[in-house]
Nanobody, 121 residues
Framework: QVQLVESGGGLVQPGGSLRLSCAAS????????MGWHRQSPGNQRELVASISSGGSTNYARSVKGRFTISRDNAKNTVYLQMNSLKPEDTAVYYCNAGIVRGPLSYDTTYWGQGTQVTVSS
């Protein structure tokens, strides 16, 4: 079994910062890409940021320059540092990871339960 658990969400004022964490646990042979998506009412789930096993990153245009994704391979954890938050960033944030559970397995995408981020004064 593989589980991804997010933490760090909450209520923050516009212009503030939050740091999200997502730790993967269970039977893991290798973690490939990791990332963060978000979803707000009336919208489809969208990619916020992703990071490859080699550390290359990609960001949605709306967050580039404000958010930073990073990972700690020793801890099987991905982070999302969110600065200069705007009300438009309000959403449920989900982490995901491409995980190979064993040498005979293939990459499977796993999702966390999500953590609420609310940006409001």
């Amino acid at each position: 079994q593989v589980q991804l658990v997010e933490s760090g969400g909450g209520l923050v004022q516009p212009g503030g910062s939050l740091r999200l964490s997502c730790a993967a646990s269970g039977s893991i042979f290798r973690i490939n890409g990791m990332g963060w998506h978000r979803q707000s009412p009336g919208n489809q789930r969208e990619l916020v940021a992703s990071i490859s096993s080699g550390g290359s990153t990609n960001y949605a245009r709306s967050v580039k320059g404000r958010f930073t994704i990073s990972r700690d391979n020793a801890k099987n954890t991905v982070y999302l540092q969110m600065n200069s938050l705007k009300p438009e960033d309000t959403a449920v944030y989900y982490c995901n990871a491409g995980i190979v559970r064993g040498p005979l397995s293939y990459d499977t995408t796993y999702w966390g339960q999500g953590t609420q981020v609310t940006v409001s004064s």
